[in-house]
């Protein structure tokens, strides 16, 4: 019920949690990023969802630019829509003007997708300072401690860190804690930009621990994707009603 409650206060835009710290100023949007295809022999399109969270963590606008020529890379022609709905919003509200992106990307990016994302940015928002992160949830490594000749599950929350090739894995959620639990953690690479490495993955972790669906699990991957994620969904559902009138 507690669930369905809070389901019911997000609906009516209340805040549920927000992020107190996340070393960014009012100026800094953070961007969800994924695609969503549809593969079927009479009817091959890809969505392409973009979310957007202040620097505390507060959705404040999503756009999907839909039916889109089938491509798993995102495109000149498919990233300019989303991007100028946010302008969009930008100019009919009373948002802080954006001065910085941290894009969060669900999967791998293409080069030509950062050249598109870059390009965009200065064109329709005139921002140049973009950093662009990729959430990978597949392909991650077993990882474990040993503490006192046993092996045991991380904490939600640690990682590590190769700051050479700008890549980390990070424990998200409270599966760490669970007995006999085999951990699914994340993989993030930050691609471009100058943020230092423990920073981002510091909000990568706290944008785990932003209300999505539970009220008292956290998520295994950041609000930012999760939400993205979301809404390029391409099955139709039809529902039939169960009375007459």
């Known amino acids: 019920l507690s669930n369905f409650v809070v389901k019911c206060l997000e609906k009516l835009g ?3 949690s927000i992020i107190n ?6 100026s800094t949007y953070f961007v969800g990023i994924d695609l969503g295809h549809s593969k079927k022999s009479d009817n091959r399109f890809t969505n392409l969802g973009l979310t957007f969270f202040t620097n505390q963590g507060e959705l404040v606008h999503s756009f999907v630019h839909k039916n889109l020529p089938l491509n798993e890379a995102i495109t000149n022609k498919m990233i300019w829509k989303n991007l100028a709905s946010f302008r969009t919003k930008i100019s009919k509200s009373n948002l802080v003007k954006p001065e910085k992106l941290i894009f969060h990307r669900d999967g791998k990016m293409h080069k030509t997708d950062e050249s598109s994302l870059i390009k965009h940015c200065k064109r329709q928002l005139n921002i140049e300072n973009v950093e662009i992160v990729e959430i990978i949830k597949y392909g991650y490594p077993i990882v474990s401690k040993f503490d006192n000749g046993v092996f045991l599950n991380p904490l939600s929350g640690d990682y590590y860190i190769d700051e050479e090739h700008k890549y980390a894995i990070l424990v998200t959620n409270v599966q ?6 085999v951990l699914n953690p994340i993989i993030i690479k930050h691609k471009i930009g100058k943020s230092n490495l423990e920073q981002i ?3 990568v972790y706290w944008f785990t621990r932003i209300y ?10 950041p609000a ?3 939400k993205a994620n979301n809404i390029v969904g391409t ?3 039809n529902f039939n009603s169960t ?3």
């Open 14 to 16: 209340g805040k549920l």
């Open 21 to 26: 710290d996340t070393l960014e100023p009012k």
């Open 176 to 181: 760490a804690t669970t007995k006999n639990a």
């Open 201 to 203: 993955v510091d909000q």
């Open 212 to 221: 999505t669906n539970n009220l008292y699990n956290s998520s295994r991957l």
């Open 224 to 226: 930012t994707t999760l």
């Open 235 to 237: 099955s139709i559902k």
């Open 243 to 245: 009375y007459e009138g």
